[in-house]
């Protein structure tokens, strides 16, 4: 399977945006599906994932409460719907795809496929 993120832009604080991640085939192939993100001079930052079977989700803290991730099975799509969005949210977002165990879904080594990131800007 092969990802495309879309959705990135230039906003304002404390405006929103949603992300979009299109996974290609017929079917999704992995558990798991995860959003990343990687800013100039940091490492790579677990965002959120989604059990791609059952839905079940987890989030960093630090964008637990502003950011929902969700999936839509029948169009083989995930989302990061983003709100209230902060300058130090800019970044160029990732998403991935895996079969982690769950207890490894923070690490960006066990998922097997990315797609090129989108560039999320926010200007305060």
């Known amino acids: 399977v092969q990802l495309q993120a879309s959705g990135g832009g230039l906003v304002q604080a404390g405006d929103s945006l949603r992300l979009s991640c299109t996974a290609s085939g017929r079917t999704f192939g992995y558990n798991v599906m995860g959003w990343f993100r990687r800013t100039p001079g940091k490492e790579d930052e677990f965002l959120a994932v989604?059990?791609?079977?059952?839905?079940?989700?987890a989030y960093a803290d630090a964008v637990k409460g502003r950011f929902t991730i969700s999936r839509d099975k029948s169009k083989n799509v995930g989302y990061l719907e983003m709100n209230t969005l902060k300058p130090e949210d800019t970044a160029t977002y990732y998403c991935?795809?895996?079969?982690?165990?769950?207890?490894?879904?923070?690490?960006?080594?066990?998922?097997?496929?990315w797609g090129p990131g989108t560039l999320v800007t926010v200007s305060s």
């Open positions: 989604i059990r791609w079977n059952g839905g079940i989700t």
């Open positions: 991935a795809a895996g079969s982690p165990n769950w207890g490894s879904i923070r690490s960006t080594g066990m998922y097997r496929t």
